[in-house]
């Protein structure tokens, strides 16, 4: 690259000197012959521009042997001048000279570079441009010729990243980066020298925590559809038996969301059906056989079902179901699956079924416009209830705590588990099944039912009993236990136990998560 800009520069020079010469020669020829127009070395310049630019106006013309001989190679030199400069100015536009020029003169905007052109990447920067008007749409290589034309100003650079960021020049907002690609931060040649960038990074993976390093953000396209789907569809306390068929990646994430936020009764037994292999997921949490009944149906506690055989063999459960749930990861098998259903059972439940893209009349989940929001990926928006607990609970205790950002994933999980389960209690408080999304509106009217009823005969202990099931399935299911004092590293906590053991003082401490309501209602606002 050096050694083609020396070229490019002695390249230049010569132009330059060859220029200055034939004007030098110019001048002096005409300059002699007192006949001539061209007297000054100013008029010798007015008539070189005027010619290379095949202008000629004609107020000038050389009259020596000499002179007419420079006039004759400016001539010459004119058309090739001209097609040089005009196939400059097409390069210019169609190569990547045009929207570097746009990056310089959009410092000011809100940088968001994709390192790809594919589905996701595309559903993220359309809603990226609906909530953003100062956005600026980058990707990162050109767009394939057989795609559709996106309905969003956006620009394409097959330069590198830091060249990108670069022409911000530290102006305005970090430019954000995202990797749509699974575990595309170890395989794309643009991930290498990300955590020296200024930049924020948003990645997409199959597996590890949410951070990286200090700029470098992990998103689960799986754990996302899992919680846009248990807030759009919350479990109703009539549902008590729920089919999974399919238990791969999204399978797996719906069925833990539900473990950990689904608890609407102190009373209920909703048994989850599961069709798909479980070997790897019950080895891994060996521990929920304390809470669930595994392998059978319970009166009294949730049960999780999973059935070797395939879900067509099991026609009462599928029939008697009160919400199938289709979540194969290969797509076309889950449409296949959908139609089967439809063509030969008769459900009586709901059925919901996983779709990158929506089809009227179905009851789709996690399509790539649910998924690939701001608020599923950035989740500055999704995590504030979770954030906001972490910030109360740091301000009630007198001993020194953690920030959201210095929380390792396991308590981060804790903090957004309790925010998700924010929906139920104000559900449960409301007594309105109806409301799946929350507002600082919603949440403070439950927290003053909340007051209203806590001092009934029962109620403060139903309310105990409630949080205390939702705490305890969180720690079960990171295989933690009981332990007569907290040992974060041999994963032990005192109070691991069924709520009828547990000491007067314990069973209050599990009146801080209702109290929460209050404070976290005016915070949202």
Same mark, same amino acid.
């Given at each position: 690259m050096k050694i083609r800009k020396k070229i490019y520069l002695y390249f230049i020079i010569a132009v330059a000197l060859l220029y200055v010469g034939l004007l030098t020669i110019l001048y002096y020829s005409e300059s002699a012959n007192s006949n001539a127009m061209i007297q000054t070395f100013g008029d010798a310049f007015w008539y070189s521009l005027v010619t290379l630019t095949t202008v000629g106006y004609g107020d000038l013309i050389p009259v020596t042997p000499l002179g007419h001989a420079v006039g004759m190679v400016f001539v010459l030199l004119s058309a090739g001048i001209m097609v040089t400069m005009l196939g400059a100015a097409v390069s210019f536009i169609t190569s990547e000279g045009m929207p570097v020029l746009m990056l310089r003169l959009q410092k000011r905007k809100n940088w968001y570079y994709f390192a790809d052109c594919g589905a996701e990447s595309n559903a993220l920067a359309a809603n990226i441009y609906k909530e953003d008007p100062k956005a600026l749409i980058i990707f990162g290589e050109k767009r394939d010729g057989q795609g559709e034309i996106p309905n969003y100003p956006c620009m394409y650079l097959n330069i590198s990243l830091d060249k990108v960021v670069a022409k911000k020049k530290g102006i305005g907002t970090k430019c954000k980066v995202f990797l749509m690609k699974e575990n595309d931060i170890g395989a794309n040649r643009?991930?290498?020298?990300?955590?020296?960038?200024?930049?924020?990074?948003?990645?997409?993976?199959?597996?590890?925590?949410?951070?990286?390093?200090?700029?470098?953000?992990?998103?689960?396209?799986?754990?996302?559809?899992?919680?846009?789907?248990?807030?759009?569809?919350?479990?109703?306390?009539?549902?008590?038996?729920?089919?999974?068929?399919?238990?791969?990646?999204?399978?797996?994430?719906?069925?833990?969301?539900?473990?950990?936020?689904?608890?609407?009764?102190?009373?209920?037994?909703?048994?989850?059906?599961?069709?798909?292999?479980?070997?790897?997921?019950?080895?891994?949490?060996?521990?929920?056989?304390?809470?669930?009944?595994?392998?059978?149906?319970?009166?009294?506690?949730?049960?999780?079902?999973?059935?070797?055989?395939?879900?067509?063999?099991?026609?009462?459960?599928?029939?008697?179901?009160?919400?199938?749930?289709?979540?194969?990861?290969?797509?076309?098998?889950?449409?296949? *699956?959908?139609?089967? /259903? %439809? +063509?030969?059972?008769?459900?009586?439940?709901? !059925?919901?079924? =996983? &779709?990158?893209?929506?089809?009227?009349?179905?009851?789709?989940?996690?399509?790539?416009?649910?998924?690939?929001?701001?608020?599923?990926? *950035?989740?500055?928006? /999704? %995590? +504030?209830?979770?954030?906001?607990?972490?910030? !109360?609970?740091? =301000? &009630?205790?007198?001993?020194?705590?953690?920030?959201?950002?210095?929380?390792d994933d396991l308590h981060r999980q804790s903090k957004i588990v309790a925010a998700d389960h924010l929906l139920m209690k104000t559900r449960i408080l409301l007594g309105d099944e109806t409301i799946t999304e929350l507002n600082p509106s919603l949440v403070q009217r439950a927290y003053f039912q909340y007051c209203k009823t806590k001092h009934l005969e029962g109620m403060r202990e139903t309310y105990r009993k409630l949080d205390h099931?939702?705490?305890?399935?969180?720690?079960?299911?990171?295989?933690?236990?009981?332990?007569?004092?907290?040992?974060?590293?041999?994963?032990?906590?005192?109070?691991?136990?069924?709520?009828?053991?547990?000491?007067?003082?314990?069973?209050?401490?599990?009146?801080?998560?209702?109290?929460?309501?209050?404070?976290?209602?005016?915070?949202?606002?």
């Open positions: 643009r991930a290498g020298n990300l955590h020296e960038l200024p930049v924020e990074v948003y990645a997409r993976t199959t597996y590890g925590q949410d951070k990286l390093s200090g700029n470098i953000n992990f998103f689960h396209s799986y754990e996302c559809c899992a919680r846009q789907y248990w807030r759009s569809k919350p479990l109703c306390r009539h549902e008590t038996s729920i089919v999974l068929i399919g238990f791969g990646n999204y399978g797996r994430s719906i069925l833990e969301r539900a473990i950990l936020t689904n608890i609407v009764s102190v009373e209920q037994h909703v048994a989850y059906h599961v069709f798909g292999d479980a070997k790897e997921f019950l080895a891994v949490h060996y521990r929920l056989g304390e809470l669930f009944s595994l392998g059978k149906e319970s009166e009294e506690r949730d049960s999780l079902i999973f059935h070797t055989g395939t879900w067509a063999e099991n026609h009462s459960i599928i029939e008697q179901a009160g919400r199938i749930i289709i979540c194969e990861d290969d797509e076309q098998s889950g449409w296949r *699956i959908f139609w089967t /259903l %439809n +063509k030969y059972y008769k459900a009586c439940g709901r !059925i919901d079924l =996983r &779709s990158s893209w929506k089809a009227p009349g179905i009851s789709c989940f996690g399509t790539n416009e649910e998924i690939y929001t701001p608020k599923q990926i *950035i989740r500055t928006s /999704l %995590n +504030k209830a979770a954030v906001t607990i972490n910030e !109360i609970f740091r =301000r &009630s205790v007198s001993y020194p705590t953690l920030s959201w950002d210095e929380l099931m939702r705490w305890l399935r969180f720690y079960i299911f990171y295989n933690w236990g009981y332990g007569p004092a907290r040992d974060d590293v041999a994963r032990q906590h005192p109070m691991l136990c069924q709520y009828e053991e547990l000491t007067l003082e314990q069973r209050k401490e599990r009146d801080a998560a209702w109290e929460l309501m209050g404070n976290i209602s005016a915070e949202l606002k």
